[in-house]
């Protein structure tokens, strides 16, 4: 059996068994791992939410010999362990990588996805807009083009990433939450795809990391030049009436927001309204403590919606 219809079996059974798991930031999973009495997991949640080893037996012999043989369970000493995690969201169950996200090609998944779904939940449910065709830049597990196709089922919605495991893990995604309509293409932001969009989302990186790794880094400026460059391309691939969602966190420094000041200009055109606010004032402050971010005060979570007018 291969990774991916093992993965799929298993996220049926997840499903199945009414599996839900709310991750956490990566330092609260720690710190709740470190605790007495959780190094070996007992349950289907410690094993595939909070990543933990589990003894074998836990799940149907048959299944687990599946997991096994194509590698979605490891052997760790005399336990098992998941190579990957599964994450609730609303209604739909999502495969992601496993804890600690160390490794270059990690697909994260946290409080950040959960944060930007409320983004596009609230923008589909006030938008007159029709939405016939939809792009989410960095898709990851494909949270976001996946809240957008089961919304929107006539919709065909382009969910892409330069990550090759990004879009294994939507595809697996949305064949599990049974979605036709949502289309993965391997795409460095809007580059390798065409046309215009009457919706475009993003939850791209936004840290300045060391090791520059593809899910975590955002570029040089303090983590903004990803999320700069996203809002000068899709603003110029907009149908009328469509909206770009940016969920993206910002360093702020002596009061002041860089990415702000860097897209302003390119957003005060006569075509566009736009609106930005910040969603939560302080997130992953740990971050703080990084090379880089010596003179940051701390990091918000911000949204920033553009819309291309409809003519007069």
Not at 56 to 72: A, C, D, K, T, Y
Not at 75 to 87: A, F, G, N, P
Not at 212 to 231: E, M, P, W
């Amino acid at each position: 059996m291969s990774g991916q219809t093992a993965l799929l079996q298993l996220g049926k059974l997840l499903r199945a068994s009414g599996y839900t798991f709310v991750t956490p930031t990566p330092i609260t999973h720690q710190r709740v791992n470190d605790r007495a009495g959780n190094a070996i997991g007992s349950t289907l949640r410690d094993a595939f939410g909070w990543n933990r080893p589990f003894a074998q037996g836990l799940l149907p012999r048959q299944e687990e010999s599946e997991l096994i043989e194509s590698g979605v369970l490891e052997r760790d000493h005399e336990q098992l362990k998941s190579t990957v995690r599964w994450s609730s969201l609303d209604n739909l169950l999502l495969v992601h990588s496993a804890f600690p996200t160390t490794q270059e090609d990690s697909v994260f998944f946290g409080p950040d996805t959960y944060r930007f779904a409320q983004t596009i939940n609230r923008h589909l449910q006030t938008t007159d807009c029709a939405i016939k065709c939809a792009v989410d830049i960095g898709c990851g597990t494909g949270a976001g083009a996946m809240l957008i196709a089961q919304a929107k089922p006539q919709a065909e919605v382009f969910a892409v990433d330069i990550n090759p495991k990004a879009l294994e893990f939507t595809a697996i995604n949305a064949k599990l939450a049974g979605l036709n309509n949502v289309v993965c293409h391997a795409s460095n932001v809007l580059n390798d795809v065409e046309g215009r969009f009457d919706l475009i989302v993003a939850n791209p990186p936004y840290m300045k990391d060391s090791r520059q790794r593809a899910y975590r880094h955002g570029g040089d400026a303090l983590g903004a030049d990803l999320s700069v460059r996203i809002v000068h391309e899709s603003i110029e691939r907009l149908a009328v009436g469509g909206s770009l969602l940016l969920y993206t966190g910002v360093a702020i420094v002596d009061v002041q927001d860089p990415f702000l000041a860097s897209v302003k200009e390119a957003l005060d055109q006569p075509a566009l309204d736009w609106s930005y606010r910040e969603l939560d004032p302080d997130v992953f402050g740990e971050e703080l403590l990084e090379a880089g971010y010596e003179q940051v005060d701390r990091i918000a979570a911000v949204e920033l919606i553009v819309t291309r007018r409809l003519p007069v």
